[in-house]
């Protein structure tokens, strides 16, 4: 019934393919039963992303056989959509929502306030490798702007304070170069100290 | 046949929606969805099972969709054995026992948590759920079953209703289901307000097999939420919808395309959907009617442009999701090249209400030209952070001002952004403007999709059309010149003015790209200068102030301010030891910012606003430092 095939880029080529055999083995086994022209690329790709925490590059010629289509095409399919990654995310990846709700509510500054502690900017990694920062679109959970995410945990409404504090708490820094102003701070024991707001 | 099948699947589905309508013992509902699941209800739902177990009581625990009501989430509702039920809010994990006890045990009333009773009158000192002013003025059709009812549960949906509009469509010629919602006056919700019924025979008229029926739940708008709650808290009622749609279009397949960033309602909708098939509502010979169709539900990857009809389509051909140029039409060849019909949710959403009631009562709501109700999302500098269903004619100041409460104390209203970023923005004194396509697009705006972003004095309107051309700048899917290089254009000239570069020949030039953009094939590249575009229209002093006297009036422009130390206070340690980047030094006992490290994050304003001050970059230093 929905047999047609429209794309005039489609041939069959299937290639040798570079790659452990049991990484290459289990991505021929997550996309075994999808078909071309049946809605399934997108399928595909989340499968492959919920297995590995990223697509491989070694999936692109497979998928490119099974979809009937060129690496190429896979591979420009993929570099389309943002929420598929060819590379694992760091380890510790903090989720900076950039929707308007948050902007209004200002959360340019808390941006720059994590590269600054994160050293690096949005969508990179830190020069360690362990930290991350990326960029995510409004869910409509605007009643928490501005608002960060960590770990599927949504965090706001922040101030630029409570984002810093808790940036360094992941960092595990305690004080480091600002040291003098800490103990400064510690003396005058203020009970205004910045509190994070955390919400689960 | 069908009727029959019909009324003995309703008559199982009354007796399991009887167990919550009249409860034999105490029933507590506790809201779960994604705007709920942030703040901790999933946690509060365990918590509240767990409690109940342990001591033993007489009460069911059950799991509902959303009210609406973000801003007081998560939300509980406690019903007595008596049909009283009370509204508690914000009640996280923590505070459960304390509310267990009160609440379920002697006093029905629980102290500060308790929001308003669920009755039509105040009684016990609380108001009633539709006194609020949050709720009070609002139509609730479409949103009739949204923390009601269970969404996982298709029996509760059936026994408040659900599928009679099918049943009924079932029983007359699709041609006269099209006519059925032309009559209605129901036009899509998406933004193009175009005739839902119109759409529909397209599809019908077109002779080639198989048609595809497809649902655009790619809401990517920021700041829209409003098909997020409907397929959370009553996804039966999309599928219903598109069940008749298929029905009258002779659809054979259709397709729910949900973004990325909605895991939940891909969830609930899938369970849906699986639910109906088990039911025989979906699948071959629908209800022994003889109509066939099939409903599957696709994740999208996160990408914008795939909210446009046509750059749905190709996502859903396995490629990179660029629109389309037009004609052909989805009609005539949409999706694999085959007849295709794309509506919105909230189009969906509205038919089973159609064919339940008829056109006749769906269109008593609503203004004189347009009819029905229409759902809007509240978010940025509001009070009220929620979703609201309104009749369409309703003023715009009526859910920005008493609904939703208007911008937090103190702070004046200046503009509002009506539906995603390439609507554009309408000031504060147009706000009474009632919520039609035509009162929005006399002025230049679009009413779009319904997420009502609102901005006080606190922001910059420069600085909010930075972040929309830079989104659309960012989600271009890279066809038209016009757009990938022209919104890029835009974005360099836009920020080149809020840094202090601006000179007067950008504005022509900002004018020429704004034209230019016209001559993009999609509505993305079309509608990414509007925002510039109201600015220009409404914001124009506030926009020659940054060009030619290099002052940003909310100081938010970040080349435009600077940090000093004005006077010196008990807060400055504090303000040094949050600074990221160690730009705020004492020198002498005195304490300055060092302007070449200083990232203008604000951090040390907030520790200490008396001696910190923002200044405009383009003035004369401030001299006084702290000491």
Not at chain 1, 17 to 45: C, M, N, Q, Y
Not at chain 2, 86 to 94: F, S
Not at chain 2, 499 to 521: P, V
Not at chain 2, 534 to 547: A, G, K, N, P, Q
């Amino acid at each position: 019934m929905f047999a047609q095939a429209s794309h005039n880029s489609r041939q069959t080529a299937v290639e040798p393919v570079a790659g452990s055999t049991e990484l290459l083995a289990r991505i021929s086994e997550l996309i075994d039963d999808l078909r071309p022209d049946h809605v399934d690329l997108l399928k595909a790709f989340h499968r492959i992303q919920h297995e590995f925490g990223y697509v491989p590059p070694e999936s692109v010629p497979l998928l490119a056989g099974k979809f009937r289509t060129t690496p190429a095409i896979i591979y420009g399919t993929i570099d389309f959509y943002s929420e598929v990654r060819t590379a694992p995310a760091a380890e510790t990846t903090v989720e900076w929502c950039s929707g308007p709700a948050c902007l209004l509510k200002g959360s340019l500054n808390i941006r720059r306030a994590l590269e600054a502690i994160f050293e690096c900017e949005m969508n990179r990694t830190s020069p360690n490798g362990k930290f991350g920062l990326r960029l995510v679109q409004c869910d409509g959970t605007c009643h928490l702007a501005p608002l960060v995410r960590h770990k599927g945990r949504y965090i706001g409404p922040l101030t630029v304070s409570d984002s810093i504090e808790w940036a360094r708490r992941l960092r595990g820094e305690d004080g480091g170069a600002h040291a003098e102003g800490r103990e400064a701070l510690a003396e005058l024991e203020s009970p205004e100290a910045a509190q994070p707001v955390e919400a689960e | 046949m069908t009727l029959e099948r019909y009324k003995e699947m309703w008559q199982r589905a009354d007796e399991v929606w009887a167990r919550t309508a009249r409860p034999a013992g105490t029933l507590i509902k506790v809201g779960v969805a994604t705007c709920s699941r942030v703040v901790g209800a999933e946690e509060t739902l365990a918590v509240l099972r767990r409690e109940v177990e342990t001591r033993g009581l007489q009460a069911n625990v059950m799991l509902t969709g959303c009210l609406g009501l973000c801003y007081a989430e998560p939300l509980i509702e406690v019903v007595r054995p008596n049909g009283k039920a009370v509204l508690y809010q914000h009640v996280t994990a923590d505070k459960v026992p304390l509310l267990v006890e009160a609440a379920v045990g002697g006093d029905w009333i629980a102290g500060e948590h308790a929001l308003a009773v669920m009755s039509d009158r105040d009684s016990g000192g609380l108001p009633a759920l539709n006194s609020l002013e949050f709720m009070r003025g609002q139509v609730r059709r479409l949103m009739a079953n949204c923390g009601v009812t269970d969404p996982g549960n298709i029996d509760h949906y059936i026994a408040r209703g659900g599928y009679e509009g099918l049943v009924r469509a079932l029983g007359m010629r699709p041609v006269e289901v099209i006519d059925e919602v032309k009559k209605s006056g129901l036009w899509g919700r998406g933004g193009a307000a175009f005739s839902t019924g119109l759409k529909w025979e397209f599809l019908y008229n077109a002779k080639r097999k198989p048609k595809y029926l497809i649902c655009n739940a790619d809401e990517g708008d920021p700041g829209s939420f409003v098909n997020r709650n409907l397929m959370e808290s009553d996804p039966q009622l999309l599928v219903e919808g598109m069940i008749i749609g298929g029905y009258a279009t002779d659809a054979d397949q259709g397709y729910v395309y949900v973004r990325d960033e909605y895991p939940l309602p891909v969830e609930r909708m899938e369970l849906a959907v699986q639910q109906a098939r088990d039911r025989g509502l979906l699948g071959e010979n629908i209800l022994g009617s003889g109509f066939s169709f099939e409903l599957e539900v696709v994740r999208g990857a996160g990408s914008y442009v795939c909210g446009d009809e046509t750059g749905l389509l190709s996502s859903l051909e396995d490629r990179r999701g660029m629109p389309k140029i037009k004609p052909p039409f989805p009609a005539q060849a949409g999706v694999f090249a085959m007849p295709s019909n794309i509506n919105n949710v909230e189009s969906y959403t509205n038919v089973p209400l159609i064919m339940r009631h008829g056109a006749e009562w769906w269109s008593e709501m609503g203004s004189e030209k347009h009819k029905g109700t229409k759902m809007f999302a509240t978010s940025g500098q509001i009070q009220r952070v929620g979703i609201l269903e309104v009749p369409l004619g309703t003023p715009t100041s009526e859910v920005v001002m008493r609904m939703g409460g208007g911008p937090p104390a103190g702070r004046k209203l200046k503009a509002i952004q009506p539906g995603g970023p390439l609507s554009g923005v309408i000031p504060a004194s147009e706000i009474d403007i009632p919520l039609e396509p035509e009162s929005y697009r006399e002025r230049g705006v679009l009413m779009g999709s319904g997420g009502l972003v609102i901005l006080d004095d606190t922001n910059c309107i420069v600085d909010l059309c930075i972040y929309f051309e830079w989104f659309a700048e960012d989600e271009s899917c890279g066809r038209c010149t016009t757009c990938f290089a022209g919104t890029r254009r835009m974005l360099e000239i836009l920020r080149r003015i809020s840094s202090g570069r601006g000179r007067l020949a950008d504005l022509e030039l900002i004018k020429l790209l704004g034209n230019i953009a016209q001559n993009a094939n999609c509505f993305h590249g079309q509608g990414a200068p509007t925002a510039v575009m109201s600015m220009f229209r409404f914001f124009e002093d506030e926009l020659l102030e940054h060009v030619e006297r290099k002052r940003c009036p909310a100081k938010v422009c970040r080349g435009l301010v600077r940090y000093e130390v004005i006077h010196h206070s008990d807060r400055l340690p504090a303000a040094q030891a949050i600074c990221p980047t160690s730009a705020v030094v004492r020198d002498n006992g005195t304490y300055r910012i060092d302007q070449f490290k200083c990232i203008k994050c604000d951090a040390c304003r907030e520790q200490a606003p008396y001696a910190i001050a923002v200044m405009d970059e383009f003035e004369a230093p401030a001299i006084t430092l702290g000491r």
